[in-house]
């Protein structure tokens, strides 16, 4: 069988790399096992320098979430004596599919905290905005910079209402309050009212009463 002497292109490793930030956990096992059908195609030193690199950026990703955050391929020594030391494929596509799964935790971590931290932004910004007429889902998704629908999502799944019946909500539980204050302050000025009233002299009222009999 002849074996492929060139460099493993990059877009054979860049699957396995797109499995892994599409967050399709049931894609990974089968994106190693096609690149590594396809990296059995080349000489077993250019397909251990690709898996190498690919096994670097996996690991950049485990830890920082972004292969490109720090200097790519820094460790990649050490993946390619560890690929020397696997005696079957089996356990190298063991190891690899660790390395992605690893990686998909680290960046599911990082989209759970986003998440949560666009809908904490969209509901904040619904409280203090709700009395504006030009609120929008379409408005409120472009300040936030993500699409309608995935807002529509975000606030559904944190508050369990749609968009307009969350807003609604809001200004409902707003104008109550609102009135709240008014009864109190006018409950208050009443009170000032009486409290300042003059008090008729007692003693006076009968002393005029006894003269005028």
């Given at each position: ?12 490793l860049?699957?396995?790399?797109q499995?892994?930030?599409?967050q399709?956990?049931e ?26 690199k ?7 990703i ?51 905290v ?55 909500l ?5 104008s ?5 204050r ?12 009486q409290?300042?009233?003059?008090l008729?002299?007692?003693?006076g ?9």
């Amino acid at each position: 069988m002849h074996l492929n002497s060139s460099s493993v292109p990059d877009s054979t490793l860049e699957f396995v790399l797109q499995a892994v930030r599409s967050q399709d956990r049931e894609l990974l096992p089968k994106a190693v096992e096609r690149m590594l059908a396809a990296a059995c195609s080349y000489k077993v030193e250019q397909a251990t320098v690709a898996l190498s690199k690919l096994a670097s950026d996996l690991q950049k990703i485990a830890k920082t979430g972004l292969a490109e955050s720090i200097t790519r391929h820094a460790d990649f020594l050490d993946h390619y004596q560890r690929i020397w030391r696997i005696r079957s494929h089996a356990e190298l596509r063991a190891w690899l599919e660790k390395l992605c799964f690893d990686a998909f935790g680290k960046l599911n971590d990082l989209n759970t905290v986003q998440t949560r931290n666009l809908a904490s932004e969209a509901i904040a910004y619904i409280r203090n905005h709700f009395g504006d007429q030009t609120l929008s889902l379409n408005g409120l998704a472009e300040k936030l910079t993500i699409s309608p629908p995935y807002l529509s999502r975000l606030i559904t799944e944190a508050t369990g209402s749609s968009f307009p019946d969350f807003v609604n909500l809001v200004s409902l539980r707003g104008s109550m309050a609102t009135n709240g204050r008014v009864r109190k302050r006018r409950c208050l000025a009443n009170v000032r009212a009486q409290l300042q009233r003059p008090l008729a002299d007692p003693l006076g009222h009968m002393y005029a009463s006894f003269v005028s009999a």
